[in-house]
């Protein structure tokens, strides 16, 4: 954490000096602050202008309005400033994990996409990639929805007595399904908005730090970063197809719905172990 100093006048004309604990980077954000923070984050598209958001953070972040009344044009910029990755990144942090919609609960993936099957990860990025297709740019929001329904879905029935079972796949959500996703993507149709960007950009950050995390630098080196960041250029279609090749995980489609996460490892380790075995001819 770090500390922004505030300085003020008290009634007798001196100075009276403060501080404020403000979060470095999203792994200092607490649930608690973020869903302090959810409304003024998510709250419409296009969003307010970024300058009265920042406004609203540092009203939010200094705690009382007779503080912030106080403060000068340049301590309210110094203190937005210090926590500018709250408005200029998003959180690959589920810090909400689940939210309420006509009496079903539907549960996001775990925080980074731990428990994200490969076919859902390329669904969900299919569909980011046509979001702003349309003219004016405007969000496509049938698109937006189909994302939503893809990542977000209800609990596994029995799921209590199931996740003590060895079959157990790490994942409360019940199994992807192309079909229900389609249905449950109408029904979104009528899901707050602030939802719907929330879970946009959580799946934004999780793809940004997948191709960029050092524990997968094998798998995305940087002169194919852009492959993959490219949605129109197949990059994730064609890594599945490389994968289920190998017959490792089983066939087509028993490869599509493995772990993201456990794929995109062992490919990293069989990369890593080719080089060595290379530098050792």
């Known amino acids: ?29 607490s649930d608690k602050l973020f869903k302090n923070l959810f409304k003024i984050l998510y709250q419409a598209f296009p969003a307010p202008d970024i300058s009265k958001i920042r406004v609203q953070l540092v009203k939010y972040l200094v705690g009382k309005r007779s503080v912030f009344r106080r403060l000068s044009p340049d301590q309210i910029y ?9 408005v200029e990144t998003s959180s690959p942090i589920a810090h909400y994990t689940s939210f309420k919609f006509r009496f079903t609960r539907y549960y996001l993936p775990e925080s980074h996409l731990y428990n994200a099957c490969f076919l859902e990860f390329i669904y969900a990025d299919a569909f980011l990639a046509n979001l702003a297709l349309e003219e004016g740019n405007k969000i496509n929001l049938e698109q937006l929805d189909m994302m939503v329904a893809t990542l977000c879905r209800p609990q596994k029935t029995f799921w209590w007595y199931r996740k003590n079972l060895a079959s157990n796949d790490g994942d409360n959500r019940q199994r992807f399904n192309p079909a229900l996703m389609k249905k449950r993507a109408k029904k979104f149709r009528k899901l707050p908005l602030q939802w719907k960007l929330y879970v946009l950009a959580f799946f934004i950050a999780c793809k940004h730090e997948i191709i960029n995390s050092l524990d997968y630098n094998r798998v995305f080196p940087r002169e194919k970063k852009q492959d ?5 250029s197949g990059g994730w279609i064609q890594l599945l197809k490389d994968v289920a090749s190998t017959r490792l995980y089983g066939n087509y489609d028993e490869t599509a719905y493995y772990n993201l996460h456990t794929i995109l490892t062992n490919l990293q380790d069989e990369l890593v172990r080719q080089e060595k075995m290379k530098t050792k001819r």
């Open 78 to 86: 110094d203190i937005s400033n210090a926590a500018r990755f709250l």
């Open 1 to 29: 954490m770090q500390r922004a100093i505030i300085s003020k006048n008290s009634g007798d004309n001196s100075t009276v000096l403060s501080s404020i604990e403000l979060p470095e980077n999203w792994s200092q954000v």
């Open 228 to 232: 993959f960041e490219d949605h129109e």
